[in-house]
C-alpha cells in the first residue's frame, strides 16, 4: 500500500520561502505523476504544480508561477515543492499526490493517493 508523508511546512513571514518534502513509502515513484495541492480555510482544493511520471515535463497553477518549484528524486523516493516569496494567501494545508503511470492533471479527482497534508501559514 502505498503512503505519502508531507512535511516541512510551518510559519514563515511574508517574503520568505520554504521547502516542503513528500516521501514515498510502498511504492516506487518513479512510475507516479506527482502533483501538490493546497486547501486554504473556506477555500476549494487548488492545483499548485504537477511533475510528469518520467520527470521531465512540469506544470504550474497560475497563482504560484515564477515563485514555486516542483521537483523529484527518484533515488529517495521524494518529491519536493520549493516555495519563494510567500505571501499570506499562500496559507493553506498542502498535500501531495501521486497517479500511477500518469501525466499531470489540475483536477484532485485525477490522483490516486494522497498525503495527509502540512500546514503553511505566512503572517504579513
Known amino acids: 500500500q502505498v503512503q505519502l508523508v508531507e512535511s516541512g511546512g510551518g510559519l514563515v513571514q511574508a517574503g520568505g520561502s520554504l521547502r516542503l518534502s513528500c516521501e514515498v513509502s510502498?511504492?516506487?515513484?518513479?512510475?507516479?505523476?506527482a502533483a501538490w495541492f493546497r486547501q486554504g480555510p473556506g477555500k476549494e482544493r487548488e492545483f499548485q504544480a504537477g511533475i510528469k511520471w518520467t520527470g521531465g515535463s512540469t506544470r504550474y497553477g497560475n497563482s504560484v508561477k515564477g515563485r514555486f518549484t516542483i521537483s523529484r528524486d527518484n533515488a529517495k523516493n521524494t518529491v519536493y515543492l520549493q516555495m519563494n516569496n510567500l505571501n499570506p494567501d499562500d496559507t493553506a494545508v498542502y498535500s501531495c499526490a501521486l497517479k500511477l503511470f500518469g501525466v499531470v492533471r489540475e483536477t484532485a479527482d485525477a490522483y490516486d493517493v494522497w498525503g495527509q497534508g502540512t500546514q503553511v501559514t505566512v503572517s504579513s
Open positions: 510502498g511504492g516506487i515513484l518513479s512510475r507516479y505523476a
